[in-house]
Every structure is written in structure tokens, then in C-alpha cells.
């Protein structure tokens, strides 16, 4: 499968953002995936993952009640609405497969697969 990010920008803070990660090659109706993020001079960390079909969901504490990930099988894409950003939210996001459990609607032990990431989008947040 492959993945191609979209919608990244530059924001203000406190404004909002939905980036975008479009599959092609395979369905994403096989694949958990997840949103990461590397701020210059800092370690990839991820903010968001979601499963396969059933819709359980994760979040980084740092970005919980801000962020939301939603997956269309349908449409083969995964966003992540992005609200009241923050100057530290500035980064490349990176969508990528991953695997987890998903259980209750949450998604645990969210970790990246490591074998189909996309190119990355830039996110940045300042005034």
C-alpha cells in the first residue's frame, strides 16, 4: 500500500488543521493506521492510531480533547482534525501502518509497523 499526506500548513495559534493520508495499491480496510510526528532536533513520537474496522482509538496525552482521527474504508483515507494547535504541535506528521489491540473502542500499544509510511506533511503553528 501506499501513503501520500496532505493538508498540512501554516496556522496561528489556537487554529485548526485536518490533514489528510490517501492509500493506494490495497484497501485500508486491512490496515490499522496511525499518525506520527517529528519536531526538528526530536525523536518521531506517535499522536494518533485507529483500527482496522471497529474504530478503537488513541491518542497521545498531548494532544487528547484536540485531536481527532477518523478512518473512511470507503473512501481509502484516514484524517486527523486538528484543533486549537499549539506552537508545540509544530512538526512533520507522517501517517504509517501499525499494529495494537483494539478493544472498547480504545487501540492500545499503538506502534508503527514499519513497513509502508508516507512522505510526510508540514505542520506549523505560529503567529
Known amino acids: 500500500v501506499q501513503l501520500l499526506e496532505s493538508g498540512g500548513g501554516l496556522v496561528q495559534p489556537g487554529g485548526s488543521l485536518t490533514p489528510s493520508c490517501a492509500a493506494s495499491g490495497d484497501t485500508l480496510e486491512d490496515y490499522a493506521v496511525g499518525w506520527f510526528r517529528q519536531a526538528p532536533g526530536k525523536a518521531r513520537e506517535v499522536v494518533s492510531c485507529i483500527s482496522r474496522t471497529d474504530g478503537g482509538r488513541s491518542y497521545a496525552d498531548s494532544v487528547k480533547g484536540r485531536f481527532t482521527i477518523s478512518k473512511d474504508n470507503a473512501k481509502n483515507t484516514v484524517s486527523l482534525q486538528m484543533n486549537n494547535l499549539k506552537p508545540e504541535d509544530t512538526a512533520i506528521y507522517y501517517c504509517?501502518?501499525?499494529?495494537?489491540?483494539?478493544?472498547?473502542?480504545?487501540?492500545?500499544?499503538?506502534?508503527?509497523?514499519?513497513?509502508?509510511w508516507g512522505q510526510g506533511t508540514q505542520v506549523t503553528v505560529s503567529s
Open positions: 504509517a501502518t501499525v499494529r495494537g489491540t483494539s478493544y472498547g473502542g480504545k487501540f492500545y500499544r499503538c506502534e508503527a509497523r514499519g513497513d509502508y
